[in-house]
T-cell receptor
Framework: NAGVTQTPKFQVLKTGQSMTLQCAQD?????MSWYRQDPGMGLRLIHY???????DQGEVPNGYNVSRSTTEDFPLRLLSAAPSQTSVYFC????????????FGPGTRLLVL | AQSVTQPDIHITVSEGASLELRCNYSYGATPYLFWYVQSPGQGLQLLLK??????LVQGIKGFEAEFKRSQSSFNLRKPSVHWSDAAEYFCAVEKGNKLTFGGGTRVLVKP
């Protein structure tokens, strides 16, 4: 049971490039989410999904796209990277029922030049 | 808008001393409450959680937290700090499928 996995661990992009951050979980969790962590601001919710085919926006969705075609995977896409998207990105998942805890992946560190 | 405040950005404590980290939130009703810990370069580990019931919650690593509805607070405590407790601590609140984090408190432990 690998839990929540994220790839890559570290990525450098140039402004305007696109990329996809991968997130997968093997716990059959319905709910998955993406956060970005910036110094002094804690983690902020980007997008989340309560099941395959269903996604919704969080607090800071601009510049990011998501889709959920399977229960296991929840990729985060940056279509045109900007320096403001330099951050550490965390994926998390949980069961979609009351009183459940989210489990976090190890994070992806992204640097946009 | 909902918000979570951790008033202390940094706290320095001596090893063996007690620790209290503050957390206040603003919501219309009692949300689900969490404390997470993050060691440098690592992901987040859940320390404890409150959903309902007993307002004093026990967690891992000897931590506990108390929910006070009248003060909209969920403060984290540990009676005796170990050097391995040096980390950043995040309070988080969940309402309506959205988890909102405070800005974090970095704890330094002096020998």
């Amino acid at each position: 049971n690998a839990g929540v996995t994220q790839t890559p661990k570290f990525q450098v992009l140039k402004t305007g490039q696109s990329m996809t951050l991968q997130c997968a979980q093997d716990m059959n969790h319905e709910y998955m989410s993406w956060y970005r962590q910036d110094p002094g601001m804690g983690l902020r919710l980007i997008h989340y999904s309560v099941g395959a085919g269903i996604t919704d926006q969080g607090e800071v969705p601009n510049g990011y796209n998501v889709s959920r075609s399977t229960t296991e995977d929840f990729p985060l896409r940056l279509l045109s990277a900007a320096p403001s998207q330099t951050s550490v990105y965390f994926c998390a998942s949980r069961y979609n029922r009351g009183q459940e805890t989210q489990y976090f992946g190890p994070g992806t560190r992204l640097l946009v030049l | 808008a909902q918000s979570v405040t951790q008033p202390d950005i940094h706290i320095t404590v001596s090893e063996g001393a007690s620790l209290e980290l503050r957390c206040n939130y603003s919501y219309g009703a009692t949300p689900y409450l969490f404390w997470y810990v993050q060691s440098p370069g690592q992901g987040l580990q859940l320390l404890l959680k409150y959903f309902s019931g007993d307002t004093l919650v026990q967690g891992i690593k000897g931590f506990e937290a108390e929910f006070k509805r009248s003060q909209s607070s969920f403060n984290l405590r540990k009676p005796s700090v170990h050097w391995s407790d040096a980390a950043e601590y995040f309070c988080a609140v969940e309402k309506g499928n959205k988890l909102t984090f405070g800005g974090g408190t970095r704890v330094l432990v002096k020998p």
